[in-house]
Structure formats: structure tokens, C-alpha cells
């Protein structure tokens, strides 16, 4: 499986933007990118996913690079809230779909 | 949105009995569901692919006679940890994908087992 390298940790301050990195240089041409966090005790909660192309969506914005070796998970303004472990993963193109297999993810803290 | 339940949230149950664990996609039909399981502190460790009508596909490693799978509709999986132990306590997560291909997963809110 393609793996994603993420830093262990971060920290940010409340209402400041977060950029949370996430290299993937053996991406192939069909993975998308997606980005879950969780929080303790409970599931993966989806955040963004794309493929070439910067998405946006009322959560976050992702920044993927040109050759799409790595990508960038941007908080706008961060909250107590978005305090969890934050996973980047590359979807494996299955017949049936994809499935997706977790790294170790970001934890981060936001200050207030 | 798109919400998955899963139960139940919590079980404890002693050494060599079984325990069934449901997940349900309650406002969408769900062609495929995927079982993980967390140990504290790690990542999420992917188990086991569900396909509605068919065999689960399971990741190298775990043992298909140990984690019984079975999807019989599209909105409902179940995994069943049969004669568990103690090294079988651990977070376990069901997810399911709403649509085809490459659409985000939706999970479930866990379930944590404790074998005494």
C-alpha cells in the first residue's frame, strides 16, 4: 500500500489556521488523498479528500502539490474542538472500490 | 449526513464466549463496509472488507474462522469474535462507504470489548 508520512504531533493556538503536512511520494496516478481525525474514544470522522485539484468544503481546506507528492490540510481557524489525531491516507483502488488503511496520523493540540 | 450505528457501545464478556457486533448504515444502502480494530494508543488496524451477498475479504493476519463476517443486507454488517480472549480486547470499528469507488467512509462510533 502507498504510505503517507505524517508528523507525530502539532500545536496550534485557538482561532489561528493550522497547516497540517502529509508526504506521499509513492502516490500513484488513481489514489486520492483522503483526511479523517478522531477523536478519543470514538470513529474517524471524514474531513476532505481529492485527488489533483485544492478542495475546499465547510471543514477544511486541502492544498495538494503539483506533482502530488505531498499535501497540506489546512484549518482555518482552529477551535478546542478540532483537538484530535488527524490521519492522511491514500485510498487503494480495489475492483470493488477502495479501502483505506490508517498511518500513525497527527495529534493536535490547539491551545487556548 | 450520512450516519452509521454501531452497537453495541460497549461489552464485556468472559474468555471463550462469543459476541456479535452490529453496524448499520441507517440513511444510505451500503455496497461494501469495512471492520477495523484499535489497540490503545495505535492506529486504526484495517480487518477485514465486507461485501454485501458475498464473502468478507480479510487482511493478511487475521484469522477469517476467529472474526466471523456477515453482510446480509445493504444497510447491516456484523462481526463476531468467536471464542474470545483476553488478547481480543480492543476498540473495534465499523465504516461504510456511501456510494461507489472513492467516496469517504462513514464510521461507526466503536465498540469496546473487554474479555476477563
Known amino acids: 500500500d502507498a504510505k503517507t508520512t505524517q508528523p507525530n504531533s502539532m500545536e496550534s493556538n485557538e482561532e489561528e489556521p493550522v497547516h497540517l503536512p502529509c508526504n506521499h511520494s509513492?502516490?500513484?496516478?488513481?489514489?486520492?488523498i483522503h483526511w479523517y481525525r478522531q477523536l478519543p474514544s470514538q470513529g474517524p470522522e471524514y474531513v476532505i479528500h481529492g485527488l489533483t485539484s485544492n478542495v475546499n468544503n465547510r471543514m477544511a481546506s486541502l492544498a495538494i502539490a503539483e506533482d502530488r507528492k505531498s499535501s497540506t490540510l489546512i484549518l482555518h481557524r482552529a477551535t478546542l474542538r478540532d483537538a484530535a489525531v488527524y490521519y492522511c491516507i491514500l485510498s487503494v483502488r480495489e475492483t470493488s472500490g477502495s479501502r483505506l488503511t490508517f498511518g500513525e496520523g497527527t495529534q493536535l493540540t490547539v491551545n487556548p | 449526513g450520512a450516519v452509521v450505528s454501531q452497537h453495541p457501545s460497549r461489552v464485556i464478556c468472559k474468555s471463550g464466549t462469543s459476541v456479535k457486533i452490529e453496524c448499520r448504515s441507517l440513511d444510505f444502502q451500503a455496497t461494501t463496509m469495512f471492520w477495523y480494530r484499535q489497540f490503545p494508543k495505535q492506529s486504526l488496524m484495517l480487518m477485514a472488507t465486507?461485501?454485501?451477498?458475498?464473502?468478507?475479504?480479510?487482511e493478511q493476519g487475521v484469522e477469517k474462522d476467529k472474526f466471523l463476517i456477515n453482510h446480509a443486507s445493504l444497510t447491516l454488517s456484523t462481526l463476531t469474535v468467536t471464542s474470545a480472549h483476553p488478547e481480543d480486547s480492543s476498540f473495534y470499528i465499523c465504516?461504510?462507504?456511501?456510494?461507489?469507488?472513492?467516496?469517504?467512509?462513514?464510521f461507526g462510533n466503536g465498540t469496546r470489548l473487554t474479555v476477563t
Open positions: 465504516s461504510a462507504r456511501r456510494g461507489r469507488g472513492d467516496s469517504p467512509l462513514h
Open positions: 465486507s461485501n454485501e451477498g458475498s464473502k468478507a475479504t480479510y
Open positions: 509513492t502516490i500513484s496516478g488513481t489514489d486520492y
